[in-house]
């Protein structure tokens, strides 16, 4: 079946450096790619998205870019906080949400 | 507004028992899925509604998983008979079409399930 890969499944950075995390999916009609961000006790929120029709979006310290020949998508975060650690979660689906597949989560941790 | 609720929070049962998980979307969503986490492993798509019709059930995992939307409303994820592997985290998520015309999906708080 359809998959999405994410890697690394832990990361731990200093505090103030950055955190890429990749994820690759496998259903070539994927054209919705969200992120979610889960803090320890909480619900998954979406904090980034992109859609296949761009390259790359940036929203403060938070960018994602996509390559769909590739099949790759990953996500950036720049200057970490210690309040960035969570398991961040990527996803791929189908236009109207069908089809949403979930990588396995990275827990990112920030190091104060 | 109010986000979308699960319950219980928490379930513990014994193997071969019932277990019914209860969500409620945001108001107005016509679209809600389920899906379970096991820990350290993906969020897991089980079942995707939209209304009252099941529009994708390919996630589930054999028939002792039942789900119903009654309504189109809320959703209840019935268990029956429960074995030791159904243990996990039940997520429920809500999403209705966005101005761009994409569905940003609204997670309730979960439901952990442990079957002993």
């Known amino acids: 079946g359809e998959n999405v890969e994410q890697h690394p499944s832990t990361l731990s950075v200093q505090e103030g450096d950055s955190a890429v995390i990749k994820c690759t999916y496998s259903?070539?009609?994927?054209?919705?790619f969200p992120w979610y961000k889960q803090e320890l006790g909480k619900r998954p929120q979406l904090i980034i998205d992109?859609?296949?029709?761009?390259g790359e979006k940036k929203d403060q310290r938070i960018a994602v870019t996509l390559n769909k020949t590739a099949k790759h998508f990953s996500l950036h975060i720049t200057e970490t906080q210690p309040e960035d650690s969570a398991v961040y979660f990527c996803?791929?689906?189908?236009?109207?949400?069908?089809?949403?597949?979930f990588g396995a989560g990275t827990r990112l941790f920030v190091k104060a | 507004e109010a986000g979308v609720t699960q319950f219980p929070s928490h379930s513990v049962i014994e193997k071969g028992q019932t277990v019914t998980l209860r969500c409620d979307p945001i108001?107005?969503?016509?679209?809600l899925y389920w899906y379970r986490r096991v820990m350290g492993k993906e969020i897991k798509f089980l079942l995707h509604?939209?209304?009252?019709?099941?529009?994708?059930e390919s996630g589930m995992p054999n028939n002792r998983f039942l789900a119903e939307r009654t309504g189109g409303t809320y959703s209840t994820l019935k268990v029956q008979p429960a074995e030791l592997e159904d243990s996990g985290v039940y997520f429920c998520?809500?999403?209705?079409?966005?101005?761009?015309?994409?569905?940003?999906?609204?997670f309730g708080p979960g439901t952990r399930l442990t079957v002993t």
């Open positions: 998520a809500s999403s209705q079409v966005s101005a761009g015309g994409f569905y940003e999906q609204y």
């Open positions: 259903d070539s009609a994927s054209n919705y």
């Open positions: 992109i859609r296949s029709n761009v």
């Open positions: 996803a791929a689906s189908h236009t109207g949400g069908f089809k949403t597949i």
């Open positions: 108001s107005g969503h016509d679209n």
């Open positions: 509604f939209v209304k009252e019709s099941k529009q994708d």
